[in-house]
Nanobody
Framework: QVQLVESGGGLVQPGGSLRLSCAATKSTFSTYAMGWYRQAPGKQREFVAVITSGGIINYADSVKGRFTISRDNARTAVYLEMNSLKPEDTAVYYC?????WGQGTQVTVSS
């Protein structure tokens, strides 16, 4: 079973940037669609971005133009570059690969 380990969360001021990383423990990860969801306090988990094994990308409307997803199949990792962060981006961010999920990493946008 694929295991996923996230990193890169933290506290940032509005307008700032963060880069999240998610590393998989199995090389078969490269055949899976990879993506990110997030869950804010008191809200349901919501879709953020996805990238297929063939490189097709989709974003939630709320992050289009600000977030960039990418993957490195050789290193079995997926990344989320987040720019122009807003307080409403505050959430725990989870990566996934196929049906496997990471443990989550906290992103807090606050002045």
């Amino acid at each position: 079973q694929v295991q996923l380990v996230e990193s890169g969360g933290g506290l940032v001021q509005p307008g700032g940037s963060l880069r999240l990383s998610c590393a998989a423990t199995k090389s078969t990860f490269s055949t899976y669609a990879m993506g990110w969801y997030r869950q804010a306090p008191g809200k349901q988990r919501e879709f953020v971005a996805v990238i297929t094994s063939g490189g097709i990308i989709n974003y939630a409307d709320s992050v289009k133009g600000r977030f960039t997803i990418s993957r490195d199949n050789a290193r079995t990792a997926v990344y989320l570059e987040m720019n122009s962060l807003k307080p409403e981006d505050t959430a725990v961010y989870y990566c996934y690969a196929g049906t496997a999920w990471g443990q989550g990493t906290q992103v807090t946008v606050s002045s």
